[in-house]
């Protein structure tokens, strides 16, 4: 496995999703007053819209990635190609469904759904439709970014990345600078966007790695293989996002509407502190695709990938919790600050062990089983929901914290058991010897608990940064030559050279 490689893709991935969530923090405030905010309100569901379309398709981009990598390590690029072909062809068709139903629904969405006034309902309806004919490029896209993904060609695909998403921000201001503020008008930039991206991601493909869609109908072992994984990732798809999104749904009806907003500002922190781990996964999935599981390499990338997310983003996490209750107060005042920087200390002391469940996860959808992790959301969801509203109606948003915490962390025992099952363990090996495979992570584990405990009490800015510096400093003294092995450290210090 090339650590050259991941430490690469992994920030280029990372420059490709914080580049233009800069632009878009200074951009927005801006355009909202160019436009008024109802014309924002709609750009801003059409953004979610287009952003989150991949949710809808059955899974298939993952999945390509998945049968490509694993073609492409051995040595097969025709069969690669050819299974990447039929994925971006069902894409296709997908988006131009997909398409045609919001076509059709367009004037019902527009005037009872979105409920958007009467006064914009004209601009809105063809707005609308211009972003009904940008899906299929959306899901060509996510299917070319599979290609690349697949070659490892991060650092090309998160150039044209993030030049497509600067413009999906900077094109609407622009029209908006030179007065053309009508819906359509801003939806034409978007539609311009994606039409032009799929170009250039296509161009990019054939050009560098001689990919390009055959017109031909796809083998069916091709279909079979593509629907059996990206089946079970849509489960997890629609699943995973209610996990994540069913603690404020809840507190609507539990709390007051101010505790919500006290909840919400830190749990924002916690999921911009996520790009980090997803930019390192993005990067390894196809790495990991190629290996065998059972292997010793197997074995291996288990916890060297759990190794890796901990020492990324361990001292991230210890040093919020070190300043939660100071920034806090600062932000959002006196008052509300501490239970605010409580509420912030727990989710984030559960943040770092949905991190390192990340990197297990991604190697059972690698081993091709996404059905196990598919099985253990839809169990998950009704467990997590009664907990919820158990703790929530007792603690209020305390509780609400404490119970999205507890899911993290009997997420990641279950997600570590069923990659020691699918991926790390060869045939017939005892449960056992599989758990005496997870003894070189106790005594970190036991170290970042112990350095949590020490920051978690400091109320002051002083008191904070001595803790964070005190922690840091003990945890770099033992992850530097315990955690990180020669070649390791040799190849992060000659990377940041590079930078």
Excluded: C
């Excluded at 009490?457 to 992850?479: D, H, I, P, Q």
């Amino acid at each position: 496995m090339s650590r050259r490689k991941l430490l690469s893709g992994s920030a280029w991935n990372f420059f490709g999703q914080a580049l233009p969530l800069a632009v878009a923090v200074i951009s927005i405030p801006w355009l909202i007053r160019l436009i008024g905010l109802e014309r924002f309100g709609f750009l801003a569901l059409a953004w979610t819209l287009v952003g989150y379309a991949s949710i809808l398709d059955l899974g298939i981009g993952k999945a390509v990635i998945r049968t490509m990598s694993g073609r492409l390590a051995r040595q097969d690029t025709a069969g690669a190609n050819a299974s990447g072909a039929a994925g971006l062809l069902f894409l296709l068709g997908l988006g131009i469904t997909l398409g045609l139903a919001i076509l059709l629904a367009a004037p019902s969405l527009v005037e009872r759904v979105l409920k958007v006034p009467p006064a914009l309902q004209t601009e809105a309806l063809t707005a609308l439709r211009m972003l009904a004919l940008s899906i299929p490029f959306v899901m060509l896209t996510g299917g070319y970014v599979g290609v690349m993904s697949a070659h490892q060609d991060f650092k090309r695909m998160n150039l044209i990345r993030a030049q497509l998403s600067l413009l999906t921000y900077l094109l609407p201001l622009l029209l908006a600078l030179a007065g053309l503020v009508a819906l359509p008008w801003l939806m034409a930039a978007i539609l311009l966007v994606r039409g032009g991206g799929t170009a250039v991601y296509a161009w990019a493909a054939k050009r560098n790695h001689g990919f390009q869609i055959a017109w031909r109908r796809p083998a069916p072992d091709q279909v079979q293989e593509l629907f059996k994984l990206g089946g079970w990732m849509t489960v997890s798809n629609l699943v995973g996002p209610l996990l994540t999104y069913v603690d404020r749904l809840l507190m609507g009806a539990l709390v007051p509407l101010r505790s919500v907003g006290l909840y919400a500002a830190p749990y924002d922190l916690l999921t911009r502190l996520m790009v980090v781990p997803y930019s390192m996964l993005s990067a390894y999935f196809p790495i990991a695709s190629g290996l065998k599981p059972g292997s010793a390499e197997g074995q291996q990338a288990l916890f060297d990938v759990v190794r890796w997310l901990f020492v990324a983003m361990f001292p991230v996490v210890l040093v919020v919790v070190a300043f939660a209750h100071p920034a806090m107060t600062l932000w959002l005042g006196a008052e509300p600050g501490p239970l605010a920087g409580t509420v912030l200390q727990i989710l984030i002391a559960g943040l770092i062990f949905n991190v390192m469940a990340q990197g297990p996860a991604t190697l059972i959808l690698a081993a091709g089983h996404p059905r196990n992790i598919a099985l253990l959301h839809l169990v998950e969801l009704p467990l997590f929901i009664g907990v919820l509203w158990f703790l929530t109606s007792r603690y209020g948003i305390v509780g609400t914290a404490a119970s999205v915490a507890l899911r993290f962390v009997l997420d990641a025992l279950a997600v570590g058991a069923l990659a020691l099952h699918d991926f790390a363990a060869a045939p017939r090996v005892r449960w056992g010897q599989q758990l005496a495979l997870l003894k070189p992570t106790l005594l970190p584990f036991v170290l970042g608990v112990a350095l949590l405990g020490l920051v978690q009490f400091s109320r002051s800015w002083w008191m904070a940064a001595l803790t964070a510096a005190v922690g840091l400093a003990v945890f770099a003294a033992y992850a530097w030559p315990r955690l990180l092995r020669p070649g390791e450290r040799a190849g992060l210090v000659a990377f940041l050279r590079r930078r």
